[in-house]
């Protein structure tokens, strides 16, 4: 598939240039022709309904097409949301959203890259990948001039975070993307976070585990106590996942870290190894639901909410508020801080920001790309970006210029709640830890600390180790080249750990599994993700 994309890209390069020349040709002949092909009368008429400041962005109504992906709680009437609405009004842009639903819009954007015939205006989440490919093909247009001059709100924030700036520049210089960004410190905490039943500890006699050692005697004692499901999770996933049980053996639940500037692939170390024999201990003694490799979240939090009394005494996410059922709900506390494993490691994550770098691209479709951007920029205003995080309807602005939260109403969960209004994280905004410090979360959850609070990233942030590898945008080649190797060599890694924690058999195994990843070129799939760190490095210091 990527040799027949390679090749059919190659021809379309070819016929584009031969029909360049032929009008090339056809411009020296022709004397009513400009010099550049355009239309002085169009261009003209453009420039004259266009305004660089000020409202409206344009003198008379235009229709941009917005292609993107939606929530399924939010819906897809995004120009009803109040959120749209404050940055519709009074720009005279129209919008017609051509969303689909998450599952979907890969293929959908998939197929419209590959047409090319039917372009939209602007995309929503695009991978890095076709950001930089797309990029530097022409389909999507380099925006850096026009942010310099017509956003001044997303310009005044990368100046706040050149960070983010760095993340959204590709390796030939340009910007071919506007960023969803949150750089509130709280977001470099992790959210998978480990919440036990604390009525199951009373019951089984038992304190808030501070050891790994300690997790498993609980879980044992809720299991011989007959109480339910002793831990529950979903394999591999981000905040449903075991992420919070690897900093106890001194790595991270990601691909890649990096530790003294030496990448690693951390299924690769022994790191991860002994992590896998802590889990096999869980799953063979039934402490672990059995169901993790099979299971999805909604399934997970089903398991959570759907009894008249708790069925499970602990599990991994965000927050106690996954769980639906207000009864017992707030029965789960958590230990907050990493465990300390049988080594002594007792370690999180300082994680990336929350950024997608690839949020928002204007393609070469697009007519109007400097009322495009400016709209864009609406985005980028403080109060509209501090709405479009936090939902405004969940907000309510309180002395001293801070919000309070707004409960959710009978009727909806939070999560329902929060994204009424706002599309949340399918679109652009940029959110800052001032942005952050607005909110004071105090009613939030009265006589329990919320993740979302300043005290649980300061209880934290002494255990938080600076090894996640850094967002970089990399150069094609690298792309391909990780293409080749990750998804064979992350397959097989996925196949592995699964039997060895449903069967057993690491020790005897771990060998011969890492003389297979390297048959399948872990060392160059490893190799590309340590140049691009260097790059990233040297990039830094020139800042």
């Not at 009074?90 to 998939?110: F, H, M, Q, Y």
């Not at 015939?117 to 380099?142: R, Y």
């Not at 009265?446 to 938080?464: I, N, V």
């Not at 293409?483 to 069967?503: F, G, N, P, Q």
């Amino acid at each position: 598939m990527r040799k027949w994309k390679k090749s059919y890209l190659t021809l379309m390069v070819v016929i584009s240039a031969l029909l360049l020349l032929f009008v090339g040709c056809s411009e020296e002949t022709d004397g009513n022709n400009n010099a550049d092909g355009g239309n002085d009368n169009d261009n003209t008429s453009e420039k004259e309904n266009f305004n660089a400041t000020g409202l409206p962005i344009v003198d008379e109504e235009i229709t941009i097409r917005v292609a993107g992906s939606y929530d399924e709680r939010t819906g897809t009437e995004w120009n009803e949301l109040e959120t749209f609405q404050m940055i519709n009004e009074g720009t005279n842009v129209n919008i017609d959203w051509e969303l689909a639903p998450g599952s979907d819009w890969s293929e959908k954007r998939n197929l419209m890259l590959a047409g090319n015939a039917d372009l939209p205006d602007v995309m929503l989440t695009v991978p890095s990948a076709d950001v930089v490919v797309n990029g530097s093909h022409g389909q999507f247009i380099p925006l850096e001039d026009l942010i310099d001059e017509y956003a001044p709100n997303l310009t005044a924030f990368l100046d706040e975070y050149p960070e983010v700036r760095r993340a959204i520049t590709a390796p030939d210089g340009h910007i071919y993307s506007l960023p969803l960004a949150n750089m509130a410190e709280y977001k470099r905490s992790d959210g998978n976070t480990l919440w036990i039943n604390t009525t199951w500890l009373d019951e089984v006699g038992k304190e808030m585990p501070e050891t790994t050692d300690e997790l498993y005697e609980v879980l044992k004692a809720f299991k011989d106590a007959d109480l339910g499901l002793p831990l529950t999770a979903v394999y591999d996933a981000s905040t449903e996942g075991l992420g919070n049980l690897f900093g106890s053996f001194g790595t991270l639940d990601e691909t890649f870290i990096v530790k003294e500037d030496e990448v690693e692939f951390v299924r690769a170390t022994d790191e991860y190894k002994e992590v896998v024999k802590y889990l096999r201990k869980l799953f063979e003694e039934g402490l672990l639901d059995q169901e993790i490799f099979s299971q999805e979240v909604n399934q997970m939090i089903s398991k959570l909410s759907s009894g008249d009394e708790a069925e499970v005494g602990a599990f991994f996410s965000w927050s106690a508020d996954r769980i639906t059922n207000s009864d017992y709900k707030w029965d789960y506390e958590s230990p907050i801080v990493p465990l300390i494993g049988p080594d002594g490691d007792q370690v999180t994550g300082f994680k990336n920001p929350q950024l997608d770098v690839g949020k928002f691209v204007i393609t070469d479709a697009n007519e109007h790309p400097e009322a495009t951007i400016r709209w864009a920029d609406r985005a980028y205003d403080p109060e509209v970006s501090f709405a479009l995080r936090q939902g405004p309807n969940r907000t309510e602005k309180v002395e001293d210029g801070k919000y309070e939260i707004v409960e959710a109403p009978e009727g909806y969960t939070s999560g329902e709640w929060r994204v009424k209004e706002t599309p949340y994280n399918r679109f652009i905004y940029g959110f800052s830890n001032e942005q952050q410090e607005m909110l004071d979360l105090s009613n939030l959850k009265e006589g329990f600390l919320d993740p979302d609070s300043p005290e649980w990233y300061d209880l934290r942030k002494d255990y938080m180790e600076k090894w996640l590898y850094p967002q970089v945008l990399f150069t094609k080649d690298q792309y391909d080249g990780i293409a080749r190797y990750e998804t064979d060599i992350l397959d097989h890694t996925d196949e592995m750990t699964a039997k060895w924690i449903t069967e057993g058999g690491i020790e005897d195994e771990w060998d011969s599994y890492i003389d297979t990843l390297n048959k399948m070129g872990l060392e160059d799939y490893t190799e590309i993700y340590q140049e691009g760190y260097d790059t990233y490095i040297e990039n830094s210091e020139e800042d």
